[in-house]
């Protein structure tokens, strides 16, 4: 909903001449609105995927359950504890960086972002507190990261931990960059790499330490990294796997192909010490990414406004000037603002207090 106020009142605005004597242009066009809020929208539209992958997950666990079989039920718990703090984090965040994108009138309650804020940041500690829920993560992983290292192998949501990995990323071009089967393995690599340098440094502690919790303690950095980066993974590959093997049009495929990178290459981006930290990625590969990522903004741009249109929120739904449908964004506001009770009145009653004050030719200090 964020991103769709956001991005609809960026294509209404316009400011500041960007070539001398021509139109101003729309904010969306600037490269620096782009970065606020297209990785916003890509996403968006990974969540939304993920959730839908998450379900059908969820749909074979009972399955399981209703065979006797719970050998994924610890798998399932796992995820979806991470899912929760991961999602509620960025959406969180993804929040505030919409309203910020609307200058002054994001603040505004009649942009509606204010409310969307107050009335879902909450879901960070309601429902699990996001750093218990990421240590559930945590536990697990680090159960399954020491039954790899001793060569028991893995499967489901786990599986990547028996795998072996390159010490560095195939990524030779920019073309390279967008291969879903190298972002894949940039992430996949990773996560193997922080949840096992987690296990090591556990065991590392218990044996030094001989008591459990003080040693689980000492590591609650390393294990929330751990789980942060299993998270992220599993979201990734969700957002591919759809895209390639979901039945669509070949335009809507290009399109989601382009959000998916971009959602990927964002990632790299944001949390570049992860993958330059044991040389995965080189600088120069990830000035790649980065390049091939401002690249992606232009291509998404013209479709913009249909991707957070197709999300179908009304705006009775949004209940936001900024976000209407129609466009209308300053006539909507100054309705808006005609109904406000403070101005039924062309003069507000409180000006009779403050005239004398106004008029009076004595100091006002």
Known sequence: MACTIAIRYSAVRRQS???PGEREPQVLDYQSQQMKLFPQLATA??????????????????????KGEYSSLQDMHALTSGLKAFVTSAMSNGIDVCRLSCGGHGYSHTSGLPELYTMYTHFQTAEGENTILLLQ??????????????????????????????????????????????????????????????????????????????AWNSCHIELLKAATAHVHYFVVQAFIDTVKTTEMTDSARSILTKLCQLYAMYGIHDNAGDFLHDNYLSPHQLSMVTKQMVNTFALLRPNAVALVDAFDFPD???ASTLGTYDGNVYEKMY??????????????????????????KQSKL
């Open 45 to 66: 539209y990974a969540f939304y995927l993920t959730q839908q992958k998450t379900y059908q997950l969820y749909l074979g666990l009972l399955d399981d359950l209703r």
């Open 316 to 318: 009775g739904i949004l």
């Open 137 to 214: 993560t945590a536990r697990y992983l680090m159960k399954c990261a020491g039954n790899a290292m001793s060569g028991d192998k893995q499967t489901g949501q786990v599986g990547y931990l028996s795998d072996t990995t390159q010490e560095n990323s195939n990524i030779k071009s920019e073309s390279d960059v967008l291969s879903f089967e190298e972002l894949t393995n940039v992430y996949k690599h990773r996560a193997q790499r922080l949840v096992k340098e987690a296990a090591m440094k556990l065991q590392t502690e218990m044996s030094n330490t001989k008591q459990q919790h003080v």
């Open 335 to 360: 309705q808006w603002a005609n109904h406000s009770p403070l101005n039924k009145d062309e003069v507000h009653d409180s000006y009779k207090y403050l005239q004398p004050m106004l008029t009076s």
């Open 17 to 19: 001449e960007m070539i």
